[in-house]
């Protein structure tokens, strides 16, 4: 049999920039593939698609050989190397066994507990959509526990709309019971600052069906002050609760550089204090300025 080869655009060790876990240190898988575009994202009208400008569309790809060669594009989506097609070539594809290695090449003493502070690195997929690969995870974290470190705390990076196979939820229930890990679910549902319609994005059940393979979670918007985009965070947040969805909602100015995260930032902090979120500025673009591997 042929072993499958898995695509991502990027393995990088760093913090995890947004959110419950900000500042934990974290290894990064970043899967290929996404089944949503987010060309809204920081486009100057975003009631106007035929306004949009799309960098990741136009960049000329010649003489680029890596996806390390590549910049984060200011409009759309700033993770569009890790989906758009035209980038796939650049996407390494590896066995799970030699991306669990590569993973775990990347820690202090090559374990997910810290040879020094014995406290537990975090393992992080992200994307692209994660979730467009459920055996993928499983079978890199089989490969992980092969090797007799894995790890304790394991965060899932998703859009919220990929319903889970019935063996990834298998495969949850059999792994979490018992188990000291943390299955961690960092859902960042897209409302209307992606540009991607709500009947295409909010999916309660979906995500309610995640909350039940694990009670720990949060919910991401990315928000941009607008009072539509304020309605769309309250509407969506209540359709999650019916849902059974308890996750804390976490709020994240638009902006994949510093620069626009400091134009929004604050603005966006007061709000979300009055209506009793919590902030999640991207850390990793203030500290890193959200250059490819941070
Ligand atoms: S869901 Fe995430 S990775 Fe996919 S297009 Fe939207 S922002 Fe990008």
Known sequence: MTERR???????????GEGRYCGAPTVW???FGCNLNCDGFMQDNLDDPASWRLDYKDIDLSGIT???ELPVFQRGCDSSYSWAKR????????????????????????????????????????????????????TILGAL????????????ETNGTRPLSKTFTAYLATMLEDSATEWFWSVSPKIRTSGEPWDKTIAPEIVGAYAQTSPHGQ???????????WDEVERATALYRAAGVRFPVFIMPVGGRVEDQQR???????????????????VHCYLFGNALGT
């Open 6 to 16: 898995i695509p991502y655009s990027e393995i990088f060790y760093s913090i995890q």
């Open 29 to 31: 898988l970043r899967l």
């Open 66 to 68: 890596s996806m390390g």
């Open 87 to 138: 980038f796939r070539h650049l996407a390494p594809k590896e066995s799970a066994e030699t991306i669990a290695e590569n993973l775990r090449d990347l820690l202090p003493g090559r374990s997910f507990r810290h040879p020094t502070s014995a406290q537990d690195a975090h393992l992080a997929f992200t994307g692209g959509e994660p979730l467009m690969q459920q055996t993928a995870i499983m």
């Open 145 to 156: 526990h092969v090797g007799g470190d894995a790890p304790n705390r394991i965060t899932v």
């Open 219 to 229: 919910l991401k918007y990315v928000v941009d002050g607008d009072e539509r985009t």
């Open 264 to 282: 929004l930032a604050a603005d966006i902090a007061e709000q979300t204090i009055q209506r009793g979120y919590n902030l999640a500025p991207r």
